[in-house]
């Protein structure tokens, strides 16, 4: 499965990634995420367009393998919460996760820590030679980051996600009934609560 999403995000695939445990937390750690190659010149003007829905001028942030941090970016120390901005430094061009100012909120990953997410970035390295990838958090603009399941598919219907992988299970849109992204596409979920997400951006 890892060889196949790999795959997919080496040529060009965005990826809805949902697997095990949801993220704590303001940022997407591979449990709740969307994934890219980072070194795509348009991944970011295409995902803020037709998969997060916002202004084209926001960055998105790198997860990469934790021993190979310091090749890409100017940090000496692990940080696996995706809460500290360092500059880039990498040989290879990565336009999708950094910033204007040459910096990039970094999320590095362990095999201990993440088992799953770091074999699946190591996947794509072996093929690519770029040990990291983008990641960001699986919502849509004004939404809160998927939930269950259904949450997942939801917002992989109503996006431009090419693949959602749902735990051990690959869906390609390609391969979706055209009736299904007709019906879903433009529609929001059913809200569980008289509280709005936006509280939380607000706080």
Request: charged share 25%; net charge negative.
């Amino acid at each position: 499965m890892l060889d196949a999403v790999s795959a997919r995000l080496a040529s060009g695939k965005v990826i809805g990634w949902y697997h095990g445990r949801e993220e704590f937390g303001p940022r997407s750690l591979g449990g709740r995420s969307i994934l890219a190659d980072p070194r795509g010149d348009d991944t970011r003007d295409r995902i803020n367009a037709s998969v997060k829905m916002r202004e084209g001028f926001r960055p998105f942030a790198p997860a990469v393998l934790a021993e190979h941090a310091a090749e890409h970016f100017r940090l000496d120390h692990e940080s696996p919460f995706m809460l500290e901005t360092c500059e880039v430094i990498s040989p290879l061009p990565l336009p999708a996760i950094t910033h204007v100012d040459n910096s990039a909120r970094v999320q590095t990953v362990t095999e201990q820590e993440n088992g799953r997410f770091y074999r699946l970035i190591k996947e794509f390295a072996e093929k690519t030679g770029c040990p990291l990838l983008l990641n960001t958090s699986f919502n849509l603009r004004g939404e809160p980051i998927v939930h269950t399941p259904v949450d997942a598919l939801l917002c992989f219907l109503r996006s431009d996600i090419d693949c959602l992988v749902l735990d051990d299970f690959v869906l390609d849109r390609a391969s979706l009934p055209q009736a299904w992204i007709s019906w879903f596409k433009g529609t929001r979920p059913p809200r569980q609560s008289r509280v709005s997400d936006n509280v939380y951006t607000l706080l």
